[in-house]
Structure formats: C-alpha cells, structure tokens
C-alpha cells in the first residue's frame, strides 16, 4: 500500500514537474525542441511552432528533415552526429531551415544530448533563436563599411576612429600619412601611444566630455608625435560612435595638419615676445590705437597705475582720464594729421591725488593698401623725474629758509597780476616791508637765531594775509607783499598795519625775548607804476621813506616822495650792496689800429645790473659811488677783473691786446692806488705794459703835484697811461708834457660832429697833430659813421673806438668778435 501510495505520489510529482517545465518552455521567447536519435520531434514550445508556421501537432512526430533545407541537411546531421560521439553540446551554429510556406530561415541554435536516467543516449534538445534579419543587417553593414572606407579613401584630412578605450579601430591613408605609419601599424594602436602623456589627459577629457554630453567637440588640438618622433599637431573634431541601438562604442573625427600653421603662430607669439620685452626696457606700457585713434590695446610691464587698462580700451585718449598740459588740441591734431611723436608728457592722478606722469611716443602705421591703421607706441613712467623737475623748479622759484616764493617768483607773479589788473581795469597794491633791527639781531644773536627770527615773522606774515594775496622774501630782512583785489588803498593800509602788528609780537631767541619792528611802503598799481620795475621802485622809495620817519610805520607812495634825494637814496642803497650780490659785469669795446688794421686793445665799461632798478647807466651811478667813496672798492673790483680776463683771453689761445681801464678822480686821491695795482697784476699775472689807466684832464688840472708823483708812481709799474676825453678839460700842449702820458682819447663830442661842424674838425685835427708831436698814440671816441672813420684816417689818426666798429661787449661775445676778425671774418 505504502509502495502504492509512493509511487502516485511519485507520478504526482513527476506531472507537477512537468506541468511547471512546460509553462517555462512556452514563456520562452526562444525556441525550443527535443528530437529522439533518429531526428524525430518529441516536443517543442510555443515559440518553434511560431518560427517555422507550424502548429504542435504537425510538428511532433515529424522528423526534422522536414524543415531543413535540403544544401544545409547534411552539415546539421554531421554536427548531431559529432554531439552525439563527443557527447559535448555545441552552442551559436547557424544553420537553415525552410519555414511551412517554403521560405528559408537562418537560425542560430545549440545541441544538446538528451541521456535516460542510466545514461544512455536517447536523443537531443536545443534552443534556436531567428538571426535572419541580423545576419542580413551584419551583411548590409560589412559591404556599406567597405564603401565608406572608399569614402574615406577619398577625404583628404585623416580620420581616425577609436573605441572607448581610446584603441584605433578606423583610420585612413591621410592619417597614415600624417602620423608617418602603415595603416597595419596604426590600427590597435592607443591614442595615448601618439602623444605626450599631459597631452593625452588633455585628450581624455576632451573624450569624456564628449562621451558625457553626446555634443561633439570642434577645434580640438591634438598634439601627437609621428612614428619617427616630430611633432605633429593636428586639429580637428571628436563625434561619439554609437551602436544599432544607441550605445557609445567610441569616437571619430576628422583631423586636420596645423603643424606648419602653428608653427607660425608660435613664431609669431614669439617675436611679439620678444618685441614686448624690447620695448619693455625702455617702457612701461605698450599700446595700440585704431584708425579712430581708440586703444585697442595696452600692456604693462608691471601695474603700477592701480587703474585696468580696460579703462582705456575703446576709448581715444582725450576720452580717458588722461591729460595733457595745454589741452589736448595739439596733440589730437598730431594725431588726426598721421604724424610720430616723441616723448609728450601725459598725467592722471592715481587715488589720493597722487599724480602719475608718462613720457608716450607713437607712430603711425598703415595698412597693406597705404591707408592708415592706428598707431602703437610705448610709455614710459616718469613720475619720479617730474617730481625731482618740481622740486627743482620749487628750490629755484622758493626761498630756502621760509619756502616763500623768492624774488624771480614774485617777478613772475607780479607780472601776471599787472597783465590781469590792465585787462581788468582792477587795482593792487604792492608792500615792501624791511624789518627794523634785524642786522642787530643777527649780529648779536648769531644768524641761527636770525633764520628762527624770519621763520617766524613769515609765519605770521602769512597769517596776516588773506590767501589770494602773496608774500614772497627778496632776501636778507626784505618781503614784498601783493594785495590783490582791493578797490581802494584802505584795504592796503589794513594789510600794513597787520603786518606791522604781526612783526612786533615778541619772538623767544637764545632764551630772551626780542622784538622786532617793520617798515612797510605802499605802491599802489596803476597810479604809483604800470611796471614791475616802476612798481617795486616806488614802494620801495615808500619804505625808506617809513623809516627815515623812525620806523614801525608804513607810508604810501605819494609824489612828494617823489623827490630826487630819494630816488638817489634808493639807488646809493642798492649800489651799496651791488658788488656782494654780484651785480656787476664788465663789458669791453674793442679798438680798431686804423693802419694796422686790427683790433689792438679793449676799453672795460662797468655795468650795474640791479635786480629791482634793471640796468643802470654808468652816468647815473658812477657819480654816487663817487661821492660816497664807493668807487675805490668797485674801482679794485673792475681792475681786478678786467685783468683776469685779459690773462684768460691769452690763455683761450687770443692774441695779447692792450685793456683800457677807466679811473675816477677818488681812486687817483687813494694813497693805496699804486700798491692796490701793483697787488692785482701781480695777482693776476697781467703783462703791466698791456694795462692802460684812463684818467681825466681834472685830475692832473687841480692837484699837479700829486698827480705827477702818482702818476710817475704808477708808470714805474711799467702800465701805461691814458687822457680819457680829451679836449672837454683845461689841460694846455704844455701841462701834458709833464706827464708820462702814453695815449690822448680824443672825447667824442668832437667826432659826433665832425661832419657838420668845422670847428669840431679843426680842433680834432688840432689833437691829432698835437699828439703826433708828443709822440703819443691818438685814439678817437664814440665814432658812429664811415665819414667819420674816413675822416680820421685821412688824418692820421692811430686808432679808433666806437659803435661803427663794435659796441661794448661782454667777454665771450668779444673773444667771439675777436677771432672772426683775426680770420678776416668781421
Ligand atoms: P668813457 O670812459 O669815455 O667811455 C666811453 C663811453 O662812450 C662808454 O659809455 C661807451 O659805451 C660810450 N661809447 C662808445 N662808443 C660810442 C659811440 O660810438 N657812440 C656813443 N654815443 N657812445 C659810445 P659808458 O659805458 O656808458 O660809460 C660812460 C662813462 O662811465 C665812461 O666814459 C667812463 O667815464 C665811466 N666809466 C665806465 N666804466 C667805468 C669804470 O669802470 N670806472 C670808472 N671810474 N668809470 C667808468
Ligand atoms: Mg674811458
Ligand atoms: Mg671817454
């Protein structure tokens, strides 16, 4: 009973079992068979029925034949035959088979040998799976590859393909030829084989991108090396290669030969390169314009300028914050014409205020056809020399100790505000204050003390003015003070009496307590003066008179100042101070030998160039240094110096000629003439017999004796001796005969008339004769015409000075004169 049992439930079992497999079988897309030994079906699913157009039942039972071809028959029973003696299944054969209307099918299928439960033999099962469409579409494909190869053939730029491993699977003769491999060589070859390794993972991601984003890549340069090592650089595209179904399988893309292009490229970068670095010795900036004169570019050498460039790109110069001294008119019609230019100095102010300068040069530049282009040119940073040109110019126009503008500055200052009031019709007043005592002070306290005097008083100058007003220091213990916009003198007299105010506030100096006072003269433009000169005269005259009326006071100019003794007084002042500032010159008129006909000797003519009065006249000075006995130390002065200068023309390479110098009657009176003469050649090394002293008539007429002595004295020397404007004095044939006189001047008050008055000529030739007798040398003065000179030659006169010839001339333009005369020249 229990063996009973067991076995239903064995057959149970089994047909369960069953039941499962053959609803596998018919879920199956594939198609499955069983086939006994002999080839006959046991069993097939859903899916076989399907492929071959058969219902089940025609099929089992059946043997195979039926649905094989006929050519493919034998080759199936041949591999039946082999699974059964090996008993090993064979899977992924393709055979055909004929479907029930007749037509062909190809399969690909596997055998497998179906064993009863003792192991033998009993037939064969398989699945086989319809790869009709497949097997045609693979054949579509090989013979559409092989035409797309001839394509390919046909393209001129290398293509490659690659897998996603970065293998070659596809390229043509082009990249052949660009990479230098035969086409077996480059196929299973990696990219990565072909170039530099920083090169490739630049490639890599490039690929991955493309891989990633299934856009393709254009422009790629791809760096490789042919078999033979060169570089080569090709440029190109990166596609991705999909599959049937959409699947990347790797990438292509068409390459095309930029070596040589980049080579030029780079041949290019570097010789601007090198141009860059050329003209970064010189320069800080390197620029180009367009035809409309726009930056288009502007490279620094180092960024100092705290502003982009970007600033400047698109935009012409004047549109920036660049600027030019003057505007920019000039420059933009440099510009505009096409024209170089070099070194124009430019500035903008950097953050804060800073100014920073440059020096720019540009040119033009053209196009192929001749038209102009732009410009490009460098800059250069010049704040530093700018800076040290300011200073410079500050230190010249600025007075050292109290950084008030200084005298030349004021000039300038002066004379803008003149010009400004004339075309104004405005008023100004102009203040020269001289502080009282302040020599004392100096001299007691040591001029330490003095500077910390003037540094205060300036400070508090200032503070007494308003800012458009202007102090400046003359020098020493002088101001000058301009007020400016005032409509009366009111305003002018508050001014003074603040300055005064501000001078006497006591100063602490070396511990005590000192106190100065001020003197102050008032001009007032235009009723006191329309000039600088006249101006700064007047006020000047005004000061002294504040002080002669007992100082701490100020005093306009008004005309009763305006009497001679003060003009006089103002000019002794400065005359006084003349040869310490070093306002003198010495200016020489040569001397024509009228039968020799050259140039034998100079006369030296003192010159007085006051920095306040200007130029003054020998005629209006030499009597006040005179009187005031002045003239002895000036009279040293120009025979000092003319001496010097005769040695310094000799050693310059110029003949020797004889220098005239003039003596007034107050040095012919010094008893230390003759040793103060005698010291100066000697110091000098001056020849004696080159040096000619001019005296006059009046000084041998009213002291006879003395002169005799002295001028025997003197002559001893060995210097020579000269009557300056002769025939204006008393002096008689006789008297002069008792000198040792060399040379008669006659005076030029006779030559100025020689051709209209017969005296004049009569007395001239008189002197000629006169000398001729003595046996002295006859010259003639102040000869202004070709008559004149005529005249004097005919008669015989020995030499002659005067404006015909030359004027009086400074030093160098007479050495100048001097050899052009020695070559004929002049
Ligand atoms: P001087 O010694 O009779 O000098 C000649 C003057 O005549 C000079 O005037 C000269 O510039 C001027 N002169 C020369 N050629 C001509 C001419 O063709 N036409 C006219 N109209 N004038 C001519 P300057 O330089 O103004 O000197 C004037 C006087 O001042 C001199 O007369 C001389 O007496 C005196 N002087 C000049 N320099 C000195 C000096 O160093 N010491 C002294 N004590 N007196 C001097
Ligand atoms: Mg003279
Ligand atoms: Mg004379």
């Given at each position: 009973m229990s063996a009973l049992l067991s076995s239903i439930q064995a057959v149970d079992a089994l047909r369960a079992s069953e039941e499962r497999f053959r609803s596998i079988l018919e879920e199956l897309e594939d198609a499955y068979y069983e086939v006994d030994l002999a080839g006959n079906v046991l069993r097939c699913n859903g899916a076989f029925c399907r492929m071959l157009g058969y219902a089940e039942h025609e099929l089992v039972g059946r043997n195979n034949r039926m649905f094989q071809s006929k050519e493919a028959a034998a080759a199936v029973l041949a591999r039946f035959r082999q699974v059964y003696a090996s008993g090993i299944s064979m899977t992924g054969c393709d055979w055909e088979l004929l479907r029930k209307d007749g037509s062909p099918l190809l399969v690909e299928g596997s055998i497998h040998l179906v064993r009863d439960a003792s192991g033998e033999a009993i037939g064969f099962r398989g699945f086989q799976r319809d790869v009709t469409i497949q097997r045609e579409t693979e054949r579509a494909l090989r013979e559409s590859e092989a035409k797309y190869r001839g394509i390919l053939e046909t393209i001129e730029d290398p293509y490659y393909e690659v897998d996603l491993h970065g293998t070659l699977v596809l390229a043509n003769d082009a990249l052949c030829r660009m990479l230098g491999y035969e086409m077996h060589e480059l196929i299973?070859?990696?990219?990565?084989?072909?170039?530099a390794p920083e090169i490739s993972a630049r490639m890599q991601a490039h690929f991955a991108r493309v891989l990633q984003s299934g856009v393709a890549a254009q422009g790629v340069d791809w760096e490789m090396y042919r078999k033979d090592g060169t570089p080569v650089t090709g440029e190109g595209s990166v596609q991705l290669v999909r599959d049937l179904n959409g699947k990347p399988t790797g990438f292509r893309g068409i390459l095309r030969d930029v070596t040589k292009r980049r080579h030029v490229e780079q041949a290019l970068r570097e010789s601007e390169a090198r141009f860059r670095a050329l003209t970064n010795l010189s320069s800080d900036w390197y620029w180009e314009q367009d035809a409309q004169l726009r930056y288009t570019r502007m490279e620094s050498r180092?960024?100092?300028?705290?502003?982009?460039?970007n600033a400047f790109l698109g935009r012409a110069p004047w549109d920036t914050a660049l600027m030019i001294e003057g505007g920019w008119d000039e420059h933009r019609r440099t510009l505009l014409e096409h024209r170089p230019f070099r070194d124009v100095v430019m500035r903008r102010n950097l953050s804060g205020g800073k100014p920073y300068y440059i020096s720019v040069s540009g040119e033009p530049f053209f196009n192929a056809d001749g038209s102009f282009a732009g410009y490009r040119g460098v800059s250069r940073e010049i704040t530093d020399q700018k800076l040290a040109e300011e200073r410079i110019q500050h230190l010249a126009t600025h007075?050292?100790?109290?950084?008030l503008p200084n005298r030349a500055r004021f000039s300038q200052l002066l004379a803008e505000s003149i010009a400004q009031a004339r075309n104004a019709h405005a008023r100004f007043a102009v203040l020269f204050i001289d502080l009282d005592r302040f020599k004392h002070i100096n001299d007691t306290l040591g001029h330490e003390a003095g500077d910390r005097l003037l540094r205060e008083v300036t400070a508090r100058f200032r503070g007494a003015m308003r800012t458009t007003d202007v102090i400046a220091r003359l020098g020493g213990d002088e101001f000058v003070v301009l007020v400016r916009e005032l409509d009366d003198s009111a305003r002018a007299s508050a001014v003074a009496r603040k300055l005064l105010a501000a001078a006497t506030q006591p100063v602490m100096l070396a511990g005590r307590e000192c106190r100065v006072t001020a003197s102050i003269g008032i001009a007032m433009y235009p009723q006191d003066g329309e000039d600088e000169q006249t101006l700064m005269k007047n006020a000047d005259i005004a000061m002294y008179f504040a002080k002669e009326e007992g100082k701490d006071n100020f005093r306009f100019y008004t005309h009763e100042i305006k009497s001679q003794s003060l003009e006089r007084l103002l000019l002794e002042n400065h005359l006084r101070r003349a040869l310490e500032r070093d306002e003198f010159t010495l200016h020489y008129q040569p001397k024509l030998h009228?039968?020799?006909?050259?140039?034998?000797g100079v006369e030296a003519l003192l010159r007085w160039n006051n920095r306040e009065l200007g130029a003054v006249a020998p005629a209006d000075f030499i009597p006040i240094a005179e009187e005031t006995g002045m003239i002895i130390e000036i009279g040293k002065w120009v025979l000092q110096t003319a001496c010097a200068q005769n040695v310094a023309w000799q050693h310059s390479g110029l003949p020797a000629v004889s220098m005239a110098v003039n003596l007034s009657v107050r040095q012919f009176a010094d008893p230390h003439l003759r040793d103060d003469i005698a010291a100066i050649l000697a110091s000098t090394g001056?020849?004696?017999?080159?040096l000619e002293l001019e005296i006059t008539e009046g000084m041998m007429v009213n002291n006879p004796a003395h002169a005799s002595a002295l001028l025997a004295a003197v002559k001893q020397l060995g210097v020579r001796l000269a009557v300056d404007d002769f025939g204006t004095g008393y002096s008689s044939l006789g008297q002069l005969k008792n000198y040792p006189i060399d040379t008669l001047k006659i005076d030029q008050s006779f030559i100025r008339d020689l051709g209209a008055s017969n005296e004049d000529r009569a007395i001239t030739e008189a002197i000629i004769v006169m000398g001729k007798t003595l046996g002295l040398a006859v010259v003639a003065e102040g000869v202004e015409t070709q008559d004149q000179e005529d005249f004097l030659r005919a008669r015989g006169c020995d030499e002659l000075q005067g404006f015909h010839f030359?004027?009086?001339?400074g030093a160098a333009e007479f050495a100048d004169l001097f050899a052009r005369h020695l070559h004929g020249l002049a």
């Open positions: 299973g070859l990696s990219y990565e084989h072909l170039q180092h960024n100092r300028s705290g502003k982009a460039p007075d050292v100790l109290t950084g009228l039968t020799q006909n050259r140039i034998c001056m020849a004696p017999e080159l030359a004027h009086p001339l």
